[in-house]
């Protein structure tokens, strides 16, 4: 069986879409670079005008490129002027492999075309980092003002439909540049480079399998390509940042004199990478609306950043804005105290993490307490102070874009005033009905046969979408109370079905000794009367105040709700009584020792705030089973 005969079969779309490449190229050959430089601004007009996506993917990457701090009338304009010329320079490219050679002596001027020549004769290599900007395909037609040098190449990217592949390959070629897929491998690539000559190689494009480092200030991933082949050349090679810019209507400038010098000690391929990167920034800033913005250049994806390829040093060194993720917490506080461990996995996933948190007002506290993993808490339900407006103060806005954005809540309210900071990558559970307003990018599924707790709903989501693994640290108790002390606490937030009959809690107390009743301060009035009744200490703590009062030298008895998950979290050793939960489902996931009681009558668990029957199934539960 020959080759013909492996190769995909050409759909009737692809021949249509070849057909009209033909057709394209046949009117373009007739019609003045000028004119479809022209042409193409007006399109970009257009482009800008009906594109709102568009828009915001270039708004994104203009505060990254150019400063995070843009806003409103300078960003849009900002805006407008890239999209209006990188459209007219994709018009522009799809003329330049068909130019006359008069049209091309007088719309390509070349900068420094004498030393970059000398780079790559005499068996030497000159390797250029290329970024996406101007008209870049203005370089394959650059070949013939190079007559000395034996090889002139450049690596590409395969089109989808081969017919229209073939006719862009010939077109690409056909005076005398050498375009090397990278879907046929690297071995041509690097005989290239050991013979001697120039290669190209487009620099800035995202790839999730090279090395992750900062671009422009930010961690992205991005191509070792040119500091391998580098390497390969065995002390013949030379690194170039090779650019095109436009420079008037129908007219760019190549510009190819921009060596890049390495220090002495610059060996590995991650720190050749680093000043390849630092190069082509450097080329790309003379002019930041030539660049190729329309696409995600930092984009995030479901899997982050994997360790091996992750260059701590490097971007701790030149890394200035960082990776952020936003956690948008459940309504139920109760659900919300449950992601404290996922948190420390996302703090900890990558060197240039930040952490924001959406929340309740009642959460808002509590959450700010997490100084080393938290940097900022906005909340959702402030009439005089949206969420937008929050989002966009100076001291949150002026660290860039957001990357990433965790959806556990589900309220309905919030999608209009997310709206300002998309795109991001959206992950959450793929049961939240919120995937119907807007895309989830990763979706965590939850488990409907096996049984297993809430928490672990959402570290398998990121064991198995994110890649990310918990250790023992991340279910390590907070910094509690050195006192030593015996707590109960009474009252739920769940509801009156989790509740105990006083006298049951008052024969508790009389053989606990003292005691301290705990409550929040919704609950004060009744905690007072009680704790008054019981004849023992009450104590009013808000959740953020939680960690002064317990710790592991405490112990607490409590029905199911907010107040033992936040004291588990101290260290505090709990025994809790499940009424409308189960404990499977619903555990304390931080600190040990804790102890469940339940009685397990037909209608438990019933996930109902009140209980309707006449004996509520805690009546079964004993002072000597809560003692143990």
Not at 383 to 403: H, V
Request: charged share 25%; proline share 5%.
């Amino acid at each position: 069986m020959n080759e013909e005969d492996n190769a995909p079969k050409i759909t009737p779309i692809q021949r249509i879409g070849a057909m009209g490449y033909r057709l394209m190229n046949a009117v373009l050959r007739l019609t003045d670079i000028r004119l479809v430089a022209l042409f193409g601004r007006c399109l970009g007009y257009l482009v800008w005008m009906a594109s709102k996506s568009r828009r915001r993917i270039v708004a994104r990457n203009m505060r990254i490129v150019a400063d995070p701090t843009l806003r409103q009338d300078k960003l849009s304009s900002m805006v407008r002027r890239n999209m209006v010329r990188t459209v007219m320079n994709l018009a522009c490219s799809l003329k330049t492999g068909i130019m006359t050679d008069k049209e091309a002596a007088r719309s390509i001027l070349v900068v420094g075309r004498d030393e970059f020549e000398k780079a790559g004769i005499e068996g030497r290599t000159a390797i250029c980092a290329v970024p996406h900007a101007g008209n870049w395909e203005i370089l394959a037609r650059t070949r013939p003002l190079f007559p000395k040098v034996e090889h002139y190449g450049c690596m590409y990217r395969r089109l989808t439909n081969p017919l229209l592949e073939k006719i862009v390959y010939n077109t690409r070629t056909m005076f005398g540049c050498e375009m090397f897929s990278k879907e046929d491998g690297l071995r041509a690539v690097f005989k290239l480079a050991r013979s001697g000559g120039l290669l190209g190689v487009l620099s800035d494009q995202f790839t999730q399998e090279g090395l992750f480092m900062p671009y422009f200030g930010k961690v992205t991933g991005v191509t070792p390509l040119p500091a391998l082949i580098y390497k390969r050349c065995k002390g013949k090679g030379e690194l170039f940042s090779v650019f095109t810019r436009n420079i008037a209507l129908g007219k760019w400038e190549a510009i190819m004199n921009r060596t890049i010098e390495l220090p002495e000690d610059c060996t590995e391929v991650d720190e050749i990478t680093m000043q390849v990167n630092l190069a082509i920034e450097k080329c790309q800033k003379e002019n930041i609306l030539d660049g190729f913005w329309m696409h995600h250049r930092w984009k995030c994806t479901g899997k982050f950043a994997p360790e091996n390829v992750f260059s701590n040093e490097l971007i701790e060194k030149y890394a200035t804005l960082p990776f952020r993720m936003l956690v948008c917490m459940p309504e139920r506080f109760e659900e919300a105290a449950l992601l404290l461990p996922m948190l420390r996995i996302l703090k900890r996933s990558r060197i240039d993490a930040q952490l924001g948190i959406i929340c309740p007002v009642e959460q808002k506290a509590y959450w700010q307490q997490f100084r080393e993993l938290v940097s900022f808490v906005v909340t959702t339900d402030e009439r005089r102070n949206t969420l937008a407006t929050q989002l966009n103060a100076d001291e949150i806005y002026k660290d860039g874009p957001f990357d990433i954005l965790f959806m556990f809540s589900e309220n309905k309210k919030l999608i209009h005033e997310l709206d300002s900071i998309l795109p991001v990558h959206v992950a959450g559970f793929a049961n939240n009905p919120l995937t119907r307003k807007i895309r989830f990018n990763s979706k965590y599924t939850v488990a409907s046969t096996t049984p297993r707790s809430r928490t672990e709903d959402y570290l398998e989501g990121f064991r198995r979408v994110h890649g990310q693994k918990p250790i023992e640290q991340d279910f390590a108790p907070l910094q509690g109370s050195a006192e030593t002390g015996t707590f109960i606490a009474p009252f739920s937030t769940l509801g009156t079905a989790d509740s105990w009959p006083q006298q049951n809690w008052a024969e508790l107390v009389s053989k606990l000794g003292n005691v301290t009743l705990l409550a929040l301060p919704s609950d004060k009035e009744k905690a007072e009367k009680m704790a008054a009744e019981l004849k023992c200490d009450c104590c009013i703590c808000k959740p953020e105040e939680i960690a002064a009062k317990l710790g592991a030298n405490s112990t607490l008895y409590a029905v199911d709700g907010l107040l033992p998950t936040l004291a588990a979290q101290t260290g505090c050793k709990c025994t809790v009584l499940m009424a409308s939960r189960h404990a499977e489902r619903y555990p304390l996931n931080i600190g040990e020792g804790h102890r469940y009681l339940s009685n397990h009558t037909p209608c438990h668990p019933c996930h109902s705030t009140s209980c309707d029957q006449q004996t509520p199934c805690t009546a079964g539960v004993t002072v000597d089973d809560m003692l143990g």
